[in-house]
């Protein structure tokens, strides 16, 4: 008798812990997707600041060019 009552122990906690593991999965699947958006913020956000970067370098270079050009004029 003792063994039966092991044995539904062992089920029951069983049972249990597949349920913990099936919801520490889900939730691992949301963080996996948030993380996933955020990399998507992350990767425009610095694809915009590179072109801000470009762009301010082309202009130190040009502005220079142009007022010289004016003043030799």
Known sequence: MP???HQKETVERLAKIEERTKSIFQELREIK???QMA???TRTLESKQAL???AGGV???VM????NLLMGI
Do not use: A, H, Y
């Open 3 to 5: 063994q039966v009552s």
């Open 33 to 35: 997707l948030q993380l």
């Open 39 to 41: 990399n998507g913020r």
């Open 52 to 54: 801000i970067f470009g």
């Open 59 to 61: 202009l130190v270079i």
């Open 64 to 67: 220079p060019i142009i007022v």
